[in-house]
């Protein structure tokens, strides 16, 4: 199992960032955020997701002003997004927000920073520092010829010492890219350099499948690792489905599990049963369930009933059969045509089980 790396505690609204906290999933609204009714339909569904914290823009007056009402009609901590005019963070903390996100390639004036700081500290709201691949201060750029993780680690230390003399450290970091490589390098070297928590991230990583593999290729380097204690997959879709990729990622790595995870073999043929519209139907079935299970839809003798087996619940399909095992054994046998049916309900079975347990706990 990883070890996580140790970090400060950070307290974010209601939950924490770090220490002995659980890795966090984040996500960000596309919507305008001025627009409240539709920002906070998103939001209700990234709830609904299991988002656990929510991060807004905030590119003007009437952004900065909608946050108060936003933020006392939703559950979960909201972080205010402030680029290039600190005005806005004053706002925002004005509005009750929980944290904020400041871009230290955007926002240089270190008096207006000093300010912002002093309305944080006094009313307790973290600071992260998202430094941006795309945004670096050009002065950084030109020290070091570019841009490159090392110039990354440079523009966050500036930063993380600037809020230091200010007695400031309710302090996050992130050092994001859309290049991967370079991002995980930052993320080792900022890992090496601070005890702050590190909020992990490929930026701008792309449109769904493209984005969900560079994500996962570097969010789980880094997590592997023991690096990173909040994290966003950031993609070019319905935000929903940066919080399913984010749960997927935790889950593959056994970090934190969320909901149903689902084993499907991926047919060839050796297989006696479609098994892929049959695990498409499962898999809508099961959507929206919270309880932490692993369920198996497997299609021939080879691996089938060892993976079914080793599920929670699991389906082995067979020539005209089909085998339903619950806890590595097999509970029903039944006619191909009645296999989805009957998986469903030792599924619901068993699940009524382990939430009677976790009620009992």
Request: hydrophobic residues 40%; glycine residues 8%; contains cysteine.
């Amino acid at each position: 199992m990883t070890t996580r790396r140790k970090t400060h505690s950070v307290k974010v609204g209601s939950l924490f960032i770090g220490g002995e906290a659980p890795i966090t999933v984040q996500s960000m609204t596309k919507t305008p955020t001025h627009d409240i009714d539709a920002t906070l339909l998103q939001i209700y569904d990234l709830q609904q997701a299991g988002c656990d914290i929510v991060r807004c823009a905030v590119p003007d007056d009437r952004a900065a002003e909608a946050l108060g009402e936003i933020r006392i009609n939703i559950q979960i901590p909201l972080v205010a997004d402030i680029h290039f005019n600190a005005k806005y963070a004053m706002m925002a903390l004005e509005q009750g927000v929980d944290k904020l996100r400041l871009n230290p390639g955007n926002l240089k004036d270190e008096r207006k920073i000093a300010d912002i700081v002093a309305a944080a500290k006094e009313r307790s709201v973290p600071i992260r520092i998202g430094v941006n691949a795309g945004s670096l201060d050009s002065r950084i750029r030109e020290r070091f010829g570019g841009v490159c993780p090392e110039a990354m680690v440079a523009s966050a230390q500036e930063e993380v010492e600037l809020l230091e003399r200010l007695d400031f450290h309710d302090i996050v970091i992130s050092l994001k890219a859309s290049d991967v490589l370079m991002c995980v390098k930052a993320y080792e070297l900022a890992a090496a350099k601070f005890e702050y928590p590190l909020h992990i991230g490929i930026t701008e990583a792309g449109l769904t499948m493209p984005g969900t593999v560079k994500s996962s290729i570097g969010l789980g380097h880094l997590l592997m690792q023991g690096i990173g204690d909040t994290m966003r997959v950031s993609l070019t879709t319905d935000p929903v489905e940066e919080i399913k990729v984010g749960y997927e990622i935790l889950s593959a790595l056994d970090i934190r599990k969320r909901g149903m995870a689902i084993i499907s073999c991926p047919s060839c043929g050796r297989c006696d049963i479609d098994v892929v519209p049959l695990a498409s139907l499962i898999q809508e079935r099961l959507a929206g369930r919270e309880t932490p299970m692993t369920v198996a839809v497997m299609g021939c003798e080879v691996n089938g009933p060892g993976e079914a087996r080793a599920a929670d619940v699991g389906l082995a399909g067979g020539a005209g059969v089909g085998l339903i095992f619950s806890q590595g054994k097999i509970v029903r046998k039944v006619k191909t045509e009645e296999m989805l049916d009957a998986f469903m309900e030792v599924l619901d079975e068993e699940e009524a089980k382990k939430k009677a347990e976790s009620v009992e706990v």
